[in-house]
C-alpha cells in the first residue's frame, strides 16, 4: 500500500526519475518552456522551484546545491545568471503549466512547463496596460430636458 506516499514515480526507477528531473531541469532552464507529459510537468515543478529559490542568493554553497541537483554547469550558469535576476522580487510560483491536449501516438495528455517571468506575451501585456492611459469612465447620461419649461414660461409671459 502506497499510503501518505506523495511521490509520483512516473513509472520508473528512483535513479530513473532523478535522471529524468535533471535533464527536464537543465531543459527547462536553458530553453526557459519545454513540453512533457503533464504527469511530467506538475513533477518537475516541485523539483525546479527550490532550484529557483535557492539562486537569489548567489553564493558559492547555493550554486554548489544547485549543481548537485542538475549536474549541468551550463543550467547552473544560466540559473544564477538571467533567471535568478528576473525573479529576484518574486515570492515563488516561478513556473506556469498549461495543457495542450493530448499526444497523436498514445493520447498521452500533453503540456508545456514555462518560467513565468519569461513569457513575452503575459508580461507585455501587463506592461502595457500600466503604461496606457485609464479608459474614461462613461456613463449613458440621461436626455437633457428640453426647453419645454423655458418656452412654458416665455407662453405664459405673454
Excluded at 545568471?81 to 491536449?101: A, N, W
Amino acid at each position: 500500500m502506497r499510503h501518505g506516499d506523495k511521490v509520483n514515480n512516473l513509472g520508473r526507477t528512483t535513479s530513473h526519475r532523478h535522471a529524468l528531473m535533471r535533464n527536464l531541469a537543465a531543459a527547462l532552464f536553458t530553453h526557459k518552456r519545454i513540453f512533457t507529459t503533464l504527469a511530467k510537468a506538475k513533477a518537475l515543478r516541485g523539483f525546479v522551484e527550490p532550484l529557483i529559490t535557492k539562486s537569489k542568493t548567489d553564493s558559492t554553497h547555493s550554486r554548489r546545491q544547485a549543481f548537485s541537483s542538475l549536474n549541468d554547469k551550463e543550467a547552473v550558469k544560466e540559473l544564477f545568471g538571467v533567471i535568478s535576476g528576473k525573479v529576484g522580487e518574486r515570492p515563488g510560483g516561478y513556473t506556469r503549466v498549461i495543457k495542450t491536449g493530448f499526444r497523436a501516438g498514445d493520447a498521452a495528455e500533453m503540456a508545456m512547463i514555462e518560467l513565468v517571468d519569461f513569457n513575452e506575451i503575459y508580461t507585455q501585456n501587463k506592461n502595457t496596460a500600466k503604461s496606457a492611459e485609464p479608459k474614461k469612465k462613461t456613463r449613458r447620461a440621461t436626455k437633457k430636458k428640453t426647453d419645454k419649461p423655458a418656452a412654458d414660461e416665455a407662453a405664459a409671459a405673454e
